[in-house]
């Protein structure tokens, strides 16, 4: 039976209460953003449609929760808005129309990228930060000062001439180069990693102590002024001023004539939001002449002369129905998530790491709990954590096998490491990820040896390892199903052909760890056969450029193993060429065509450094920034050039980036 409109207003507000009680005070949201405004939404329509169910107190009378009563109260002296949502372009013409029709003159807009972080105000009396609060319900928020005065985007003095006093709006948000730093140092220090920017960020602004808020590294982006500003008469001309003033303003802002460049705008960012270093979850629309905006005035919470466009949202809940281990190349034993398949951001995920033990106790994950699963551009999707208030009592504590699930040797937990280990170098599940490696693209390149043909190589015991693929022939390839005379005869072929790709890619065939591609081209060229790199100390490994102590020890381990020695010898024996064959500049090419140019200073490597890694992967350096820029490096301190890669939407890396893509 269909409950009653009052019943069902009722429930609503409920649960829209708990949502806001959980995300403002307890930072501990169990809702989506997109089930939050599902719910909102109805409950919006439902007390539109029956007045008389609108209660002072209903949620949509005010935005957001009270403040908690951790912090000194912040009054707004004019409320601190919040925005209807647009989901379409259908919901975008509505706005639109809606907007012409009050305005009863042409309206122009801005378009905005809406950052996901938390939304602040910040007091600059005669130039100088005053205070600063968070938005709370509006009206009120906290007090968050001497937090603010870490985020280094926020100035402490305006420049000058500066109005006597402004109230400056904007969004704190986390970087997500800064957030990917935040939760490494925390999963090393064995605290729980966080879900997303945004909640660190939020977190990081409602710290007690200052001190915890500044490592954080938190940014700001102003976007707004509360009140009038002599001489300034549209948006875009706020904004023209806070960067002015001296505040940090998003770069891709732009001035829409119709609703069309609205829609076109929004459509461009959601297609491109992976290639910003934030996260957005829209684009803010807004009329740009401000007594225009007066005008339109705003209703409950909501100002009528803007909208926030939500781009499709990127997290959803389902079940966790198991979690089952894979068996990664060196033997990491590897959890996933088998959960109900859902819908994430336009792809079906049925898959999500789960990392490794300690993340799935830390975040209290069980078998057949409801969970948040979370899937940030082409990332493995993730899964975030519980839903508390969906547990049952029937779920199951997960526990790391103590052997091998596939070939029960022991498993091996190294202590203050995350991951467990099969210790057995010859388990099936190594042997096929060994092998696909050692044939795959970046490393000798044979064709018609992938994820399959290794699987079957390896179960029909024709592969135990590396060297065996080389002692492969059309007998024992006739052993293999569904293998007929020709596929054997090209498969042998490109097995022959793969010999003569030189040191190399051996090495990266290899799999050392932390031996890449990149890697791998050093060290050929730099010892130029493979007895010179067997006999090398570490110290004579560290004599090569970007080689540290890690890398060292790690190519010294591997070949102070008897069996990898063995094996090499026997690859040898089979006529595969362990000299390097071209010089280190030519090598590989994998930014064969790609345009670079370094910003800023890096923290581990020179300019030239860096500049000789691109070029070893026939990458070219360049000292400006163009719209044919394919990847801008940026370090500390980084200037213009950072600037115009945003303003052109090149996708900027940092360090880490750079290491990643060399590595990958
Ligand atoms: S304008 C009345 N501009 O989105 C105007 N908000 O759902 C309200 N946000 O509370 C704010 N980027 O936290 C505006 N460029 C932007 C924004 C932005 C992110 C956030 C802000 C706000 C929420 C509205």
């Given at each position: 039976?269909?409950?009653?409109?009052?019943?069902?207003?009722?429930?609503?507000r409920?649960q829209?209460?708990?949502a806001?009680?959980?995300?403002?005070?307890?930072?501990?949201?169990a809702?989506t953003?997109?089930?939050f405004?599902?719910?909102?939404?109805?409950?919006?329509d439902?007390?539109?449609?029956?007045?008389?169910?609108?209660?002072?107190?209903?949620?949509?009378?005010?935005?957001g929760?009270?403040?908690?009563?951790r912090?000194?109260?912040?009054r707004?002296?004019?409320?601190?808005?919040?925005?209807a949502n647009?989901?379409?372009?259908s919901?975008?013409?509505?706005?639109?129309?809606?907007v012409?029709?009050?305005?009863?003159?042409?309206?122009?807009y801005?378009?905005e990228?809406k950052?996901?972080?938390?939304?602040?105000?910040v007091?600059?009396?005669n130039g100088?930060?005053?205070?600063?609060?968070?938005?709370g319900?509006?009206?009120?928020?906290?007090?968050?000062t001497p937090?603010?005065?870490?985020?280094?985007?926020?100035?402490l003095?305006l420049r000058?001439?500066?109005?006597?006093?402004v109230e400056?709006?904007?969004?704190?948000y986390?970087r997500?180069?800064d957030?990917?730093k935040?939760?490494?140092?925390?999963?090393?220090?064995?605290?729980?990693?966080f879900a997303?920017?945004?909640?660190?960020?939020?977190g990081?602004?409602?710290?007690?102590?200052p001190a915890?808020t500044?490592e954080r590294r938190?940014?700001f982006f102003?976007?707004?002024?509360?009140g009038?500003?002599?001489?300034?008469r549209?948006?875009?001309?706020?904004?023209?001023?806070l960067r002015?003033?001296?505040?940090?303003?998003n770069?891709h802002?732009?001035?829409?004539a119709?609703?069309?460049?609205?829609?076109?705008?929004?459509?461009?960012w959601?297609?491109?939001?992976?290639?910003?270093d934030?996260e957005i979850?829209?684009?803010?629309v807004?009329v740009?002449?401000?007594?225009?905006?007066e005008?339109?005035?705003?209703?409950?919470?909501?100002?009528?002369?803007?909208?926030?466009?939500?781009?499709?949202p990127?997290?959803?809940r389902?079940?966790?129905?198991d979690?089952?281990?894979t068996v990664?190349?060196?033997?990491?034993?590897?959890?996933?998530?088998?959960?109900?398949?859902?819908?994430?951001?336009?792809?079906?995920?049925?898959?999500?790491?789960l990392?490794?033990?300690e993340?799935i106790?830390?975040?209290?994950i069980?078998?057949?709990?409801?969970?948040?699963?979370?899937?940030?551009?082409?990332?493995?999707?993730?899964?975030?954590?519980p839903?508390?208030a969906?547990?049952?009592g029937?779920e199951?504590?997960?526990t790391?096998?103590?052997?091998?699930p596939?070939c029960?040797?022991?498993?091996?937990?190294?202590?203050?490491e995350?991951?467990?280990?099969?210790?057995?170098?010859?388990?099936?599940?190594?042997?096929?990820e060994r092998?696909r490696?050692f044939?795959?693209r970046?490393?000798?390149?044979?064709?018609?040896?992938?994820?399959?043909?290794?699987e079957?190589l390896t179960?029909?015991?024709l592969?135990?390892?590396?060297?065996?693929?080389?002692?492969l022939?059309?007998?024992?390839?006739?052993?293999?199903?569904r293998?007929?005379?020709?596929s054997?005869?090209k498969?042998?072929?490109a097995?022959?052909?793969?010999?003569?790709?030189?040191?190399?890619?051996?090495?990266?065939?290899?799999?050392i760890?932390f031996?890449?591609?990149?890697?791998?081209?050093?060290?050929?060229?730099?010892?130029?056969?493979?007895?010179?790199?067997e006999?090398?100390?570490?110290?004579?490994?560290q004599?090569?450029?970007?080689?540290?102590?890690?890398?060292a020890k790690?190519?010294?381990l591997?070949?102070?193993?008897?069996?990898?020695v063995?094996?090499?010898?026997?690859?040898?024996?089979?006529?595969?060429?362990?000299e390097?064959?071209?010089?280190?500049?030519?090598?590989a090419?994998?930014?064969?065509?790609?345009?670079?140019?370094?910003?800023?200073?890096?923290?581990?490597?020179?300019?030239d450094?860096?500049?000789a890694l691109?070029?070893?992967?026939?990458?070219?350096?360049?000292g400006s920034?163009?719209?044919?820029?394919d990847?801008?490096?940026a370090?500390?301190?980084?200037?213009?050039?950072l600037a115009?890669?945003?303003?052109?939407?090149v996708?900027?890396l940092?360090?880490?980036?750079?290491?990643?893509?060399?590595e990958?």
């Open positions: 039976m269909k409950p009653s409109p009052e019943a069902r207003a009722e429930d609503l409920a829209i209460d708990e806001n009680y959980r995300y403002y005070v307890l930072d501990d949201p809702i953003d997109a089930e405004d599902a719910l909102l939404r109805e409950l919006i439902l007390e539109n449609e029956h007045p008389n169910l609108r209660t002072p107190d209903s949620p949509t009378q005010r935005v929760a009270p403040p908690s009563e912090f000194a109260p912040y707004h002296e004019r409320p601190m808005l919040s925005l647009a989901f379409d372009a919901e975008l013409r509505a706005f639109d129309e809606r012409r029709k009050l305005a009863g003159a042409p309206v122009s801005v378009c990228l950052i996901d972080g938390l939304a602040i105000a007091d600059y009396r100088v930060l005053e205070r600063g609060g968070t938005r319900d509006g009206s009120t928020g906290e007090d968050v937090n603010l005065r870490t985020v280094r985007t926020i100035p003095k000058s001439p500066h109005p006597p006093f400056v709006r904007g969004e704190v986390l997500k180069s957030f990917e935040l939760n490494a140092r925390r999963e090393a220090e064995g605290l729980p990693a997303n920017p945004r909640n660190a960020a939020s990081g602004v409602r710290q007690l102590d915890l500044a938190l940014s102003a976007y707004a002024i509360a009038d500003v002599e001489g300034v549209t948006q875009s001309e706020v904004l023209a001023l002015r003033l001296g505040f940090r303003v770069d802002i732009e001035p829409a119709t609703i069309d460049d609205v829609i076109a705008f929004c459509a461009r959601e297609e491109r939001r992976d290639e910003l934030y979850d829209g684009v803010v807004k740009d002449d401000l007594s225009t905006q005008r339109l005035g705003a209703v409950a919470r909501d100002p009528r002369w803007a909208t926030a466009f939500k781009f499709k990127r997290e959803a389902t079940k966790l129905r979690i089952v281990i990664g190349r060196t033997g990491t034993l590897n959890p996933n998530a088998v959960l109900d398949p859902v819908q994430i951001g336009g792809v079906t995920v049925r898959n999500a790491t990392h490794n033990a993340y106790a830390s975040n209290d069980r078998i057949g709990d409801t969970v948040l699963v979370t899937r940030a551009g082409d990332v493995i999707p993730r899964v975030v954590g839903i508390l969906e547990r049952t029937r199951r504590i997960f790391m096998p103590d052997v091998c596939v029960g040797s022991a498993v091996d937990h190294p202590e203050g995350a991951m467990s280990r099969c210790t057995n170098a010859a388990c099936p599940a190594q042997v096929v092998v490696h044939a795959s970046g490393a000798m390149d044979i064709e018609g040896l992938g994820d399959v043909m290794a079957q179960q029909l015991e592969v135990r390892d590396i060297a065996d693929i080389y002692a022939d059309a007998k024992k390839l006739a052993t293999v199903p293998m007929g005379e020709k054997i005869a498969l042998l072929d097995i022959e052909g793969s010999k003569a790709r030189g040191l190399a890619r051996v090495l990266t065939g290899l799999g760890r031996v890449g591609e990149q890697t791998a081209a050093i060290l050929a060229s730099d010892f130029g056969s493979i007895d010179a790199l006999t090398a100390d570490e110290a004579a490994l004599t090569s450029e970007g080689i540290g102590p890690e890398v790690s190519v010294r591997f070949f102070d193993q008897r069996s990898n063995k094996m090499i010898e026997r690859l040898r024996r089979s006529g595969v060429v362990m390097a064959t071209t010089p280190r500049r030519a090598a090419g994998r930014f064969t065509g790609k345009t670079f140019v370094l910003t800023g200073t890096l923290a581990n490597l020179t300019r450094e860096a500049s691109i070029e070893a992967q026939g990458g070219k350096v360049t920034v163009s719209k044919k820029t990847y801008v490096i370090g500390d301190a980084a200037g213009s050039k115009k890669a945003q303003e052109f939407g996708t900027v940092d360090e880490a980036g750079l290491r990643a893509l060399l990958a």
